[in-house]
């Protein structure tokens, strides 16, 4: 049912699909990083500083993953909207 | 369909209980899965034709349909790692559309069926880029700028570990959220209440598939694809 209509439907899927993943990428990157902290500290015995650290590493990189996803959202939306065969695509 | 109650009865348990093997339910509904699509496979691969009918129609729209979107996104490269990404999307289709049938379980509604296929798939966009560039692939975790080269290099690091995660919570957050939604409303109205939610989770479960597979896919195109 949704391959029937491969061309268009792919399209909207995959708009679905990053937007989908954004606010996951966000949570999931801040827990790496938090994670990554804590056992670094437990394995050096730097008690709360490379998890302080690596808490606001993983918040960037959360951040700067949103970002570059909207991006690239944005400059697809735009490539759709001004193409000639925006509608065959 | 049964996965929110405390003291599923599941036909996997029936199973188990004759077996006497003591495995989880969603190793037998993996099973389940995979012995539909090989059989699917073996009956196929018996009767090929060159006008397709029936099964071989539905396969062929589905794959050549995934495999003309990966050709498009990644480019020809794409067809080298097409299989592995064609599998995927149909084996987690299967196993999500076999949680809807009463009495099943989704295999995907289970944390560890996700992060066996998320660990497969950083295992493998990670061979991928490291078989392309060789030593070169480090190169993708480094960024633009030479003098920011250390902090991109942890960053990276950080954003590459987070992407299995974020795949399997994902995945298994929303197949085990449709199956709780599915008991209850059992529970509420007996089957008049759920059969209206039947069609919202076919749609929801297509799209959770296909969303795996499409990051899938744009991870390989990270890795195959030249850095910065």
């Known amino acids: 049912m949704f391959f029937s209509r491969q061309d268009k439907s792919s399209g909207h899927m995959g708009v679905l699909g990053t937007v989908g993943t954004i606010g996951m990428q966000l949570v999931a990157a801040t827990f790496v990083g938090l994670a990554m902290g804590y056992f670094l500290d437990k394995w050096l015995g730097t008690d709360p500083w490379l998890l302080i650290i690596f808490l606001l590493l993983g918040i960037v990189t959360g951040f700067r993953d949103v970002y570059r996803e909207a991006m690239r959202l944005q400059r697809r939306s735009e490539e759709e909207g001004s193409g000639p065969g925006a509608g065959t695509r | ?228």
């Not at chain 2, 006497?20 to 389940?32: D, K, N, Q, R």
């Not at chain 2, 987690?92 to 989704?106: R, S």
């Not at chain 2, 992060?115 to 975790?141: D, E, P, R, S």
Request: charged content about 10%; proline content about 5%; aromatic content about 14%.
């Open chain 2, 1 to 228: 369909m049964a996965a929110g109650l405390a003291h599923p009865l599941t036909y996997s348990v029936l199973i188990d209980q004759q077996l006497g093997l003591h495995l989880p339910p969603h190793v037998y509904y993996m099973w389940l899965a995979m012995i539909i699509l090989f059989s699917c496979a073996f009956i196929l691969r018996g009767r090929l034709t060159l006008v397709p009918g029936g099964l071989q129609n539905v396969f062929e729209t589905v794959i050549g349909g995934l495999e003309d979107f990966v050709v498009l996104n990644i480019g020809e490269e794409g067809r080298r790692v097409f299989p592995f990404l064609c599998g995927m999307f149909i084996f987690i289709l299967v196993m999500n559309y076999i949680g809807l049938i009463p009495g099943c379980d989704a295999a995907t509604a289970n944390v560890n069926t996700n992060a066996a296929m998320a660990i497969t798939v950083f295992v493998y966009y990670n061979y991928i880029g490291i078989k392309k560039w060789g030593f070169g692939y480090i190169k993708h975790f480094m960024g633009p700028v030479a003098f920011l080269a250390p902090l991109m290099l942890i960053l990276e690091t950080v954003s590459h570990i987070a992407r299995p995660l974020s795949l399997t919570l994902r995945l298994f957050g929303n197949i085990r959220g449709e199956e709780i939604v599915l008991v209850l409303l059992f529970i509420l109205a007996p089957v008049a209440g759920t059969i209206p939610m039947y069609f919202l989770f076919i749609l929801g479960k297509t799209i959770q598939a296909f969303i795996f597979f499409m990051l899938t896919m744009i991870y390989l195109k990270g890795s195959l694809e030249h850095a910065h």
